[in-house]
């Protein structure tokens, strides 16, 4: 289950990843598509938010362009000694 941590109401544009960079603010890359350029894209930061992150979250944008929280899951098998 997630919760809303900040309304920012970004509005998405086909062909770009959007994420909660370091800041706490809401940046977006070009998609890579196939045959591109290699190695990291540049960003630009969309809307300023100032989310401070709390370690064992994950941190999207939803489908409102709101950004939200989730508790991560640290499930799996055991590693073997």
């Given at each position: 289950?997630?919760?809303?941590?900040?309304?920012?109401?970004?509005?998405?544009?086909?062909?770009?990843?959007?994420?909660v960079?370091?800041?706490?603010?809401?940046?977006?890359?070009?998609?890579?598509?196939?045959?591109?350029?290699?190695?990291?894209?540049k960003?630009?930061?969309?809307?300023?938010?100032?989310?401070?992150?709390?370690?064992?979250?994950?941190?999207f944008?939803?489908?409102k362009?709101?950004?939200?929280?989730?508790?991560?899951?640290?499930?799996?098998?055991?590693?073997?000694?």
């Amino acid at each position: 289950m997630a919760e809303k941590v900040a309304k920012v109401g970004v509005k998405k544009v086909p062909g770009y990843l959007y994420f909660v960079d370091r800041r706490g603010d809401v940046s977006r890359a070009k998609m890579a598509r196939g045959g591109g350029k290699k190695g990291r894209q540049k960003q630009e930061t969309v809307a300023k938010a100032g989310v401070k992150k709390q370690s064992g979250y994950l941190y999207f944008i939803d489908s409102k362009g709101d950004i939200s929280r989730a508790k991560m899951v640290r499930g799996g098998k055991k590693k073997r000694r």
